[in-house]
């Protein structure tokens, strides 16, 4: 089976403006999950995605969005982009939304805003 | 709420030694545990996971760790380490306020660094 796979793997934007990731689940899994990180802050949750419907959400500001589509890919977007959102973009697959399953996470997408 | 503390931020050790990374969670639940390996310019890879039962926890790669829930650790071990063992070691908890999500709380990460 195909890993999870993220894409674009590196993104120069620019203060101010937006980004759209996206991430392909292991087929079969359904449920998705993004994670942000940075050397200072370390490995954060963003969100989680299960059947389209977001799961759960961490504390970051509402310029952080997300979506999954019927097929299980799923998408972040951050609007009016600041340098502090420069990090390593994380997003793990597992067949269902659940405490006990293991997470299969891609090679990230690394985001350099300047 | 739920934390987990890495108490190490890099661990120099030389190949063949043993190696101990250590990590203290803090939880008023029962919980879920995890480490995860990340190799440079690398997602993260699952190495073992605790979730009930027997206490030693055997991983991929020839590593194993001991959930204590008297001193909230969950240390990870390996008896000989390897030069490809160089890499960044998560530790993770569950977010067992509910079941029904996948979210982890990640610790800071400890670098293991192999020296020949």
């Known amino acids: 089976k195909a890993g999870v796979t993220q894409t674009p793997r590196y993104l120069i934007k620019t203060r101010g403006q937006q980004v759209t990731l996206s991430c392909s689940p292991i087929?079969?899994?359904?449920?998705v999950s993004w994670y942000q990180q940075t050397p200072g802050q370390g490995l954060q949750f963003l969100f989680e995605?299960?059947?389209?419907?977001?799961?759960n959400k961490g504390n970051f500001p509402g310029r952080f969005s997300g979506r999954q589509f019927s097929n299980s890919r799923s998408e972040m977007n951050v609007s009016t982009l600041e340098l502090g959102d420069s990090a390593l973009y994380l997003c793990?697959?597992?067949?269902?939304?659940?405490?006990?399953?293991?997470?299969?996470f891609g090679p990230g997408t690394r985001l350099l805003v300047l | 709420a739920q934390s987990v503390t890495q108490l190490d931020s890099q661990v120099p050790v030389f190949e063949e030694a043993p190696v101990e990374l250590r990590c203290n969670y803090s939880?008023?639940?029962?919980?879920?545990l995890f480490w995860y390996v990340q190799y440079p310019n690398q997602g993260l890879q699952l190495l073992l996971k605790?979730?009930?039962?027997?206490?030693l926890v055997k991983g991929i790669n020839g590593f194993e760790a001991e959930f204590n829930k008297s001193q909230t650790s969950f240390h990870l071990r390996k008896p000989s380490v390897h030069i490809s063992d160089t890499a960044e070691y998560f530790c993770?908890?569950?977010?067992?306020?509910?079941?029904?999500?996948?979210?982890?709380?990640f610790g800071q990460g400890t670098t293991l660094q192999v020296k020949p």
């Open positions: 793990a697959s597992s067949p269902r939304t659940s405490v006990i399953e293991t997470q299969y």
């Open positions: 087929s079969g899994h359904r449920s």
């Open positions: 995605y299960f059947s389209e419907t977001q799961r």
């Open positions: 939880s008023s639940v029962s919980v879920y």
């Open positions: 605790y979730l009930s039962g027997s206490t």
């Open positions: 993770a908890v569950s977010d067992s306020s509910s079941s029904n999500t996948g979210k982890l709380i």
